[in-house]
Structures are given as structure tokens and as C-alpha cells.
């Protein structure tokens, strides 16, 4: 092994029962340890000097962490992390480590040094269950705990709940900026309106679903429920406890399927049965606000053969060409969904027959003109109809316009139908 530096005292160090690390603080490598710090992990010497600390720590992964972890070190008289460390019998080993800053051989170092507190954990558990049953069964089956001192304006995070944000258990502030300010800005409204909905006995307790950042700027989805369990004499909220679990892997599950139920795969455009209940919503308010509404249907000429001639692939490329010229076209209140096929439906309320004939013009020029690669030419047949004259019922719309989107294509393709049967082109 070679020449490695060595703390002061380090003979004295050999007889504690605590493991012992000196670490390079630039790429986290264990530089030299104590008897316990490999014993205590069932490793031998040549597995853990000159190993990164990366490789023993559960709860600190990569280098960015680890640099946000050093420079809070750097900004500390002592810093400490709870944490686990892998055992080389598979199993974990709890601990709690306390940092501090050395210089050895004109370099700087941190002397950590990690305690096995499983025993201890073990007793201030069986403690807690004699005292606060309730408290450490939420606890065990949760991602963290909260506790609200509302009157002395204080809130206590749990160390489960830090080290899911990872942070150590001396680093979050214990007042409620400190969670409020990580909430993304997009749920934070309607966070802090449910919070103080529960607060002032509008609803039994505070449930909400959001996005909180942790230590590295990401942000994680949680569930977070909590209730009021102290008031005072004027019936004022004065304490409130709750629990946090980390949902983040459902919920972005859940995005993806809600994703997947309204849009197209292949386009990414609204879907089928996602751009009818947007045409029955948008043909109910335009009827009651007496305003017009337009309906293109929009068909790919002669897109058979460029599946026969081309293949699928270039087929689904000719589509999904098609498409993005479309959405480039529309308004924001507009919406393009493939109807199917090679089929688009263009919805859009405010406008009328006219101006729909002037926007399904510009549609047919678009994707006419789009620019010559590795992709075959296509054009467009497009049917239109609009509200109130092809009729008041979003069927008796789709009817019209396909229709007219037959008949334009009867006509030689390439052209714009209007519901009524005049041509135009």
C-alpha cells in the first residue's frame, strides 16, 4: 500500500471502537482509517483506503451531492450526517457521522468519524413505543414526519424527511419557510390555500400532492397529510403533525398514462376521444355565448401508395410532418387531434365559415410547401363546417365536414370544401 497520510493522534485513534476516516475532500477517497473503519464494515484495508466514500454511503450518491456536502462541511465547526453504510454481508449498518476539517502534511482533509448507532436506535425505538406508539409507527411507515409549533411558529422535520431531501440533520432551518419555499411555484398556491383551509376547520385535514425540491434542485412528487391535534381556549390551531411519503415513481406513472390516454403516440397530438370532448365542450360554450365555431377535416391525399411505394416508416414520418405543420399553424385556443389514419381534426371556436376557409387554405399551402428531404410530397383535402350552420350538435359538424372533405377529394384533391358544396381553391 502506498505512502498515505495520517491524522495527528492516529496511534490513539486505533483503540476506539468508532470507525475513523480521513478523506480527500476534492473527489471524496478514503486516504487513511482506523481499525473499526473497515472491521466495522466486514472489509478488509485494501477495500476501503484509496476508496471512494461514495462506495460505503447509502444515502450519498454521486459527486454533486457530495460537493454540496463538502462545502457545507467547509461552512461547519462540526457536521453531521445519519446516515447507512453497506456491510459486506449485504445487510446495512446505521450511523451517525461527525465531520470536522484537519490539515495533514500542509493539505487539508475531513476526520469523520461514524458510530454504529444501531443499538441505539434499537433502544430509543423500543423508548418511543412505550411514549409516542402512535408517533413511531407513522414514522416507520412513512418518508418523514412533520411536527407544527403554530404558536411558537416552529416546525420540526423528521430525520427520515431530511434524508429524503438529503440533507443532514442539522441543516434545515426548523420553521415553515423552509418547506414552503421548496414547494414548486406551480402548487404552492393551491398547497398553501388546502393548508390553511384545514387550519381555519373548513376541512377535516390537510391532504395534499406536490412537487418539493431537494438538496440537488429536483424536485420530487410527495404525498403530504397532516391534521391539527392542539388548539387553545379561543379554538385557534396551535399544533399540527403530519407525514410525507415519497410518491415520485407513481406519479410519474400516472403522467405518463394520463399522457398516453389523451394523446396520440405516433403525433403527439390530442387523440381521437380527446379532441371530441374538447368539440363538445367548445360547441356547448360557443352556443351559449352565441359565437361561431369551425371545423376542418383534414385528410392526407393519396397516402395508401406512399405506404405501399415507401413503407411504414415513411408513412408515420409523412404523419408526423404533417402534424407539426399543423400545430405551427393554429391559434392557442385551437386544437389539432388526429381523428384517425391519416385523418386530422381541426376544432376552432371563434371562428367562422369564412376565416375557416381562409385558415384551411393556409393549411393545404403549408403542408404543399413543406420542405423537400428524404420525405416524399404530400397534400391535403380538407372539409369544413362551422356553427351555427351546419348544425347545433358536434355530430351533425363532423357530418358536414366529412362530407365536404368526400366531395373535395371527388374533385380532384388537393382543394377546400365548404359544407354548403362550393369549391374552393
Not at 415553515?176 to 398547497?191: G, Q
Amino acid at each position: 500500500m502506498p505512502d498515505l497520510p495520517e491524522p495527528p493522534l492516529a496511534p490513539l485513534f486505533e483503540h476506539l471502537a468508532d470507525a475513523v476516516y480521513l478523506i480527500d475532500p476534492d473527489d471524496s477517497r478514503i486516504v487513511w482509517g482506523n481499525r473499526a473503519a473497515w472491521a466495522m464494515l466486514g472489509l478488509t484495508p485494501q477495500e476501503v483506503i484509496d476508496h471512494s466514500v461514495l462506495s460505503l454511503q447509502m444515502d450519498v450518491t454521486g459527486l454533486p451531492q457530495w460537493q454540496d456536502i463538502a462545502q457545507a462541511i467547509r461552512a461547519s465547526e462540526c457536521f453531521t450526517f445519519v446516515g447507512r453504510h453497506r456491510h459486506a454481508a449485504g445487510h446495512e449498518v446505521p450511523v451517525e457521522v461527525n465531520t470536522t476539517r484537519v490539515t495533514v502534511n500542509s493539505k487539508g482533509y475531513f476526520l469523520s468519524v461514524a458510530r454504529d448507532v444501531g443499538r441505539r436506535l434499537a433502544l430509543e425505538r423500543e423508548l418511543r413505543q412505550r411514549e409516542h406508539q402512535l408517533w413511531f409507527a407513522l414514522n416507520e411507515a412513512s418518508d418523514g414526519l412533520w411536527d407544527w409549533d403554530i404558536a411558537a411558529g416552529t416546525l420540526f422535520f423528521s430525520p427520515q424527511l431530511k434524508r429524503m431531501l438529503g440533507y443532514g440533520p442539522d441543516e434545515m432551518q426548523p420553521a415553515l419557510s423552509t418547506w414552503s419555499d421548496n414547494i414548486h411555484p406551480d402548487d404552492a398556491p393551491r398547497v398553501m390555500q388546502d393548508l390553511q383551509a384545514h387550519l381555519s376547520g373548513q376541512r377535516a385535514r390537510f391532504e395534499a400532492e406536490y412537487r418539493l425540491r431537494n438538496r440537488n434542485g429536483v424536485y420530487l412528487w410527495v404525498h403530504d397529510i397532516g391534521r391539527v391535534c392542539d388548539r387553545d381556549e379561543q379554538g385557534r390551531p396551535t399544533r399540527a403533525v403530519g407525514m410525507v411519503q415519497d410518491v415520485t415513481e407513481r406519479k410519474e406513472l400516472q403522467l405518463q398514462l394520463e399522457q398516453i390516454a389523451v394523446h396520440d403516440f405516433l403525433t403527439g397530438l390530442a387523440n381521437r376521444r380527446e379532441g371530441m370532448a374538447y368539440l363538445e365542450a367548445q360547441v356547448a360554450l360557443c352556443r351559449r355565448l352565441e359565437l361561431p365555431l369551425a371545423l376542418c377535416f383534414i385528410d392526407v391525399d393519396h397516402f395508401k401508395s406512399i405506404n405501399d411505394s415507401h413503407g411504414h416508416a415513411v408513412g408515420d414520418a409523412v404523419l408526423r410532418r404533417v402534424a407539426h405543420t399543423l400545430r405551427d399553424l393554429v391559434r392557442r385556443e385551437d386544437l389539432v387531434c388526429r381523428w384517425g389514419g391519416e385523418e386530422f381534426l381541426l376544432i376552432a371556436p371563434g371562428i367562422d365559415a369564412l376565416h375557416a376557409l381562409q385558415l384551411a387554405e393556409k393549411v393545404c399551402a403549408a403542408v404543399q410547401s413543406m420542405p423537400a428531404d428524404e420525405l416524399p410530397a404530400v397534400t391535403v383535402s380538407i372539409g369544413v363546417a362551422a356553427l351555427p350552420a351546419h348544425g347545433p350538435e358536434p355530430e351533425a359538424l363532423i357530418a358536414q365536414a366529412d362530407h365536404a372533405l368526400y366531395q373535395a377529394k371527388r374533385s380532384g384533391r388537393n382543394r377546400v370544401l365548404l359544407g354548403t358544396g362550393e369549391v374552393h381553391h
